[in-house]
């Protein structure tokens, strides 16, 4: 059993940053593929950021040379580093963390941007 924790959302004006955290427990963090993923208030979850357990990482149109994920596997910690934040990045994110073929969520942590 894997658990997830996100923190760091909260309220930020168009146009400023963000960076949310998700802590997972295990002992072989390293080892599992990770990931970012969003809900917004009357759409379908949707994909923003992934990265492997080699570093590979892939982003959401939406998100490209915005947003960055990166991972700390001393930590435990996956990150994600939101950038130039508009309204439409509006949502629930939530950490997913796929290891030995068993997927894991995250409770969430609302990002809401406005003025």
């Known amino acids: 059993q894997v658990q997830l924790v996100e923190s760091g959302g909260g309220l930020v004006q168009p146009g400023g940053s963000l960076r949310i955290s998700c802590v997972a427990s295990?002992?072989?963090?390293?080892?599992?593929?990770m990931g970012w993923y969003r809900r917004a208030p009357n759409k379908q979850r949707e994909q923003v950021a992934t990265?492997?357990?080699?570093?590979?990482?892939n982003y959401a149109d939406s998100v490209k040379g915005r947003f960055t994920i990166s991972r700390d596997n001393a930590k435990n910690t996956l990150y994600l580093q939101m950038n130039s934040l508009k309204p439409e990045d509006t949502a629930v994110y939530y950490c997913?963390?796929?290891?030995?073929?068993?997927?894991?969520w995250g409770q969430g942590t609302h990002v809401d941007v406005s003025s």
């Open positions: 990265i492997l357990h080699n570093g590979d990482t």
């Open positions: 997913k963390a796929i290891v030995n073929t068993i997927t894991y």
């Open positions: 295990g002992r072989i963090f390293r080892l599992y593929s």
